[in-house]
């Protein structure tokens, strides 16, 4: 079956960095675009980054973008999601996750395409 299993989050103090990493298994792992999303208490899991198939697109919220960067090793089937210069906003839990993908689409921000879960992995950044 399929597994996403993430790893990598902590607690980190205001303006440092955190690498988390989502080891897939049990799927084409270069068919699928993955994302990053992010659910904090009381709110909506929202979209974070997304990355494409073969690694040469990516997408991301405004509220990180130049902060984290998303990147993909297919040989590892893992992706992972560098995040630097860190708020409070942003402690939550963090999930990645998967989508199928034929042909050349935008990559998506809607949870309801993304097939597959992690069971995600809680990040708290203390001001």
């Known amino acids: 079956q399929v597994q996403l299993v993430e790893s990598g989050g902590g607690l980190v103090q205001a303006g440092g960095s955190l690498r988390l990493s989502c080891a897939a298994s049990?799927?084409?792992?270069?068919?699928?675009?993955m994302g990053w999303f992010r659910q904090a208490p009381g709110k909506e899991r929202e979209f974070v980054a997304a990355?494409?198939?073969?690694?040469?697109?990516?997408y991301y919220a405004n509220s990180v973008k130049g902060r984290f960067t998303v990147s993909r090793d297919n040989a590892k089937t893992t992706v992972y999601l560098q995040m630097n210069s860190l708020k409070p906003e942003d402690t939550a839990v963090y999930y990645c996750?998967?989508?199928?993908?034929?042909?050349?689409?935008?990559?998506?921000?809607?949870?309801?395409?993304?097939?597959?879960w992690g069971q995600g992995t809680q990040v708290t950044v203390s001001s």
């Open positions: 049990g799927l084409t792992f270069s068919s699928y675009a």
């Open positions: 996750a998967g989508y199928s993908v034929t042909g050349a689409l935008p990559l998506s921000t809607a949870r309801d395409l993304y097939k597959y």
């Open positions: 990355i494409s198939r073969n690694g040469g697109g990516t």
